[in-house]
T-cell receptor, first 114, second 112 residues
Framework: DGGITQSPKYLFRKEGQNVTLSCEQN?????MYWYRQDPGQGLRLIYY???????QKGDIAEGYSVSREKKESFPLTVTSAQKNPTAFYLC?????????????FGQGTRLTVV | SQELEQSPQSLIVQEGKNLTINCTSS?????LYWYKQKYGEGLIFLMM?????EEKSHEKITAKLDEKKQQSSLHITASQPSHAGIYLC????????????FGQGTRLTINP
């Protein structure tokens, strides 16, 4: 079955460490997105990618980095520069940029800094 | 301040009752999307509205976009426990933009 998979579901990180969240899709979608969700707030866009080897900053890119070396993969690295990384992270993909009705979301990764 | 305001932020209703969730913007909404999220999980697409005055229904859920395209409402008729979750509206505030702005969500609880 086609879908989008995020791993791990839960992640704990010590302060000062970088950590990478995985996002893989087998839907042959061109566009992929990373969002952050905090309690009482909606989703905020971190980075998005329209095609392989290309990505753009979203609204809250500081302290994060991404890569898009393969169409099916869009990993997110939370660096030590991110001052408040504890949050729920969601990855999404769509067949082409801006086509949100066809956007599929992963199940999310909950990151906790300890 | 939030570009998309949802109200209420939290809603508790008795099973079988009707309810409405609102999503308001100070800017024109070029595309308005409703999603449902179960706590700690991903989002499930419900409906998309684009034209002023447009109304769409799916089972017992109806969404409307007002004529001025600055407010949308989501109405659930005869609520069921399966309707419980977080409802999020997302919108394109710039025509042709390749990203959505989301409201803060409405947490819906259905009491038996």
């Amino acid at each position: 079955d086609g879908g989008i998979t995020q791993s791990p579901k839960y992640l704990f990180r010590k302060e000062g460490q970088n950590v990478t969240l995985s996002c893989e899709q087998n839907l042959n979608h061109d566009a992929m997105y990373w969002y952050r969700q905090d309690p009482g707030q909606g989703l905020r866009l971190i980075y998005y990618s329209q095609i392989v080897n290309d990505f753009q900053k979203g609204d809250i890119a500081e302290g994060y980095s991404v890569s898009r070396e393969k169409k099916e993969s869009f990993p997110l690295t939370v660096t030590s520069a991110q001052k408040n990384p504890t949050a729920f992270y969601l990855c999404a993909s769509s067949i082409r940029p801006g086509v949100y009705p066809e956007a599929f979301f992963g199940q999310g990764t909950r990151l906790t800094v300890v | 301040s939030q570009e998309l305001e949802q109200s209420p932020q939290s809603l508790i209703v008795q099973e079988g009752k009707n309810l409405t969730i609102n999503c308001t913007s100070s800017k024109t909404l070029y595309g308005l999307y409703w999603y449902k999220q179960k706590y700690g999980e991903g989002l499930i697409f419900l409906m998309m509205l684009q034209k002023g005055g447009e109304e769409k229904s799916h089972e017992k859920i109806t969404a409307k976009l007002d004529e001025k395209k600055q407010q949308s409402s989501l109405h659930i008729t005869a609520s069921q426990p399966s309707h419980a979750g977080i409802y999020l509206c997302g919108a394109e505030l710039i025509q042709g933009a390749q990203k959505l702005v989301f409201g803060q969500g409405t947490r819906l609880t259905i009491n038996p």
